[in-house]
């Protein structure tokens, strides 16, 4: 069905205000027209009957007389929003006492507006600390955008004025807030387009150097820190690692680069040796040859004794240089091998530290990247000899206090004094990994989530006995925990997400204590 247009709604709206005998006033013709075009019915604007009203509000004080020219000024533009919060704010400027003429009017205003009396939102400090928190949030919001910096650029010098035009302040923020969800969701893409850019930047460095296992390892500690929410001290954790990798992998590099010259000047040395060698014996053999021919001349013994000792110099000059590129080459191969040997070193000592990148720093159990690495060893164990696996979510107790009361230094190491206390307590072949935060993962293999609910509870009572020293205090450190078995055809990280469940309904259920899920 196709709208009516204009004229026939007018035709239309003529013959219902004959057919009802209404009087052709204004306002029946309106609401008669817009029933029929199915225009909502909005009321009139009453502009006279407020005009009077805002002529009557005193203006003693400066405040009342710049909300007075706020209310006048939305009367001009229709606007019920401006209207309204100028008369709020005005209530903020009505005297206690009042006087005798104003009394009546004053007491009216006061007692419509009496739960926001003194308007704060509206005063100039809020508008100043609004622009205060806008310059704060700048540098996240970046420069790229000239339309938005423009933007704020006039809101901020708009909210430091003394005496803001709190309407056109608010329109000011309507077009700022609608630019900002823009900027901020660029901002959000930008962000994940990088951090795709540098996964496919750690993948294709692994997949170029496979069988470095260091570098390797330092692609994995990246890949792990740049999984959203980024934390600071996350990367500050990996960046000092890494820095300690990258010293030593340019050690090992100017190591490599020492033993390769000393390689090739060993056999530079052997070369030329093996010239002067040849040489000498070339000349040695001449000489022998000429001492042989003068032998045969000679016709007494005085006559081949010269010889005879030009014969011994020379092999001895020949045994000489022999002994000497004996003794240098000797020297070189040994330099080479310690050389050798230094690298291998380093190349272990990198290994060492690229499998470093897979546990916690602080309390020495792996990390989530070591952890996933570990339930998918366990999984495949599981699914190829059909034997149980349990999952443990554990976390500290009012770890948040502990941390407020003592200092992050003291929550470091209730952290690790509770993952002593675990690794103590578990066998050999369970596995303990800091989740985050608080949170630890116990995986338990070859157990049912009975004997892990019972494995969870002995480590609380273990826990009991053994007090964290904070100082000279003795703190009783507990924790809540969570137990769920991993069930045929599970993915390993639902299973945790079934125990950390578990975990907070220990933890709403009155804490230190293990529910199963």
């Not at 000024?73 to 206690?96: C, E, H, Q």
Request: hydrophobic fraction near 40%; charged fraction near 25%; aromatic fraction near 4%.
């Amino acid at each position: 069905m196709s709208e009516k247009k204009p004229f026939e709604i007018a035709r239309e709206t003529l013959k219902q205000l004959t057919t009802r005998k209404l009087a052709p006033t204004p306002v029946n013709y309106k609401s008669i027209y817009n029933e029929i075009g199915g225009i909502p019915s909005v009321d009139p604007f009453p502009t006279q009957e407020l005009r009077v009203i805002a002529h009557a509000l005193p203006a003693k004080t400066p405040g009342q007389q710049r909300q007075r020219a706020l209310f006048e000024s939305a009367i001009d533009k229709m606007n019920w929003d401006a209207v309204r919060a100028a008369l709020v704010a005005y209530g903020g400027f009505v005297p206690t006492q009042a006087t005798a003429g104003e009394g009546s009017l004053q007491a009216s205003v006061s007692s419509e507006v009496s739960p926001v009396r003194s308007a704060p939102a509206l005063t100039h400090e809020f508008l100043a600390q609004m622009g205060r928190l806008i310059e704060y949030a700048q540098p996240a919001l970046g420069q790229d955008d000239e339309r938005f910096v423009i933007q704020t650029t006039e809101l901020l010098k708009a909210l430091k004025q003394p005496n803001c035009d709190v309407t056109a302040v608010k329109q000011l923020l309507i077009n700022y807030s609608h630019r900002l969800s823009f900027v901020a969701e660029d901002q959000s893409e930008i962000k994940n387009g990088l951090l795709k850019l540098l996964h496919l930047v750690f993948e294709n460095i692994s997949e170029i150097s496979p069988d470095d296992q260091w570098l390797t390892g330092q692609m994995d500690a990246l890949r792990q820190v740049s999984q959203p929410p980024l934390s600071l001290r996350r990367l500050d954790d990996v960046e000092r690692r890494l820095k300690d990798v990258i010293a030593k992998q340019k050690d090992a590099r100017q190591k490599t680069v020492e033993a390769q010259d000393e390689m090739r000047q060993m056999l530079a040395t052997f070369i030329e040796r093996l010239s002067q060698m040849a040489q000498s014996t070339g000349t040695f053999h001449g000489k022998l040859e000429e001492s042989a021919r003068l032998i045969e001349q000679a016709k007494s013994l005085e006559d081949i004794a010269p010889v005879l000792k030009e014969v011994v110099g020379a092999t001895k000059t020949m045994a000489n240089e022999s002994l000497v590129a004996r003794d240098e080459l000797r020297d070189m191969r040994e330099q080479a091998s310690s050389t050798q040997i230094e690298i291998a070193k380093l190349h272990q000592e990198l290994d060492r530290v690229s499998t470093q990148a897979r546990h916690d720093p602080l309390t020495g159990a792996l990390n989530r990247k070591g952890l996933e690495e570990a339930l998918e060893r366990e999984i495949s164990t599981v699914r190829r000899k059909e034997t149980p696996l349990s999952v443990a979510m554990l976390d500290i107790d009012n770890f948040k206090k502990l941390n407020d009361q003592l200092g992050h230094a003291q929550g470091d190491n209730a952290l690790t004094h509770l993952a002593t206390v675990a690794r103590e307590c578990m066998r050999p072949q369970d596995t303990l990994a800091r989740y985050g935060g608080e949170e630890f993962v116990v995986l338990m293999p070859d157990t049912p989530f009975e004997k892990g609910v019972e494995a969870m509870t002995r480590l609380q009572r273990e826990l009991t006995k053994r007090f964290f020293m904070a100082g000279t205090e003795k703190l009783l450190i507990t924790f809540s925990a969570g137990v769920a078995q991993l069930s045929p055809d599970e993915a390993g990280m639902d299973a945790i997400r079934r125990a950390d469940e578990a975990m907070y309904l220990a933890k709403r259920s009155g804490k230190n204590r293990v529910v199963s899920a």
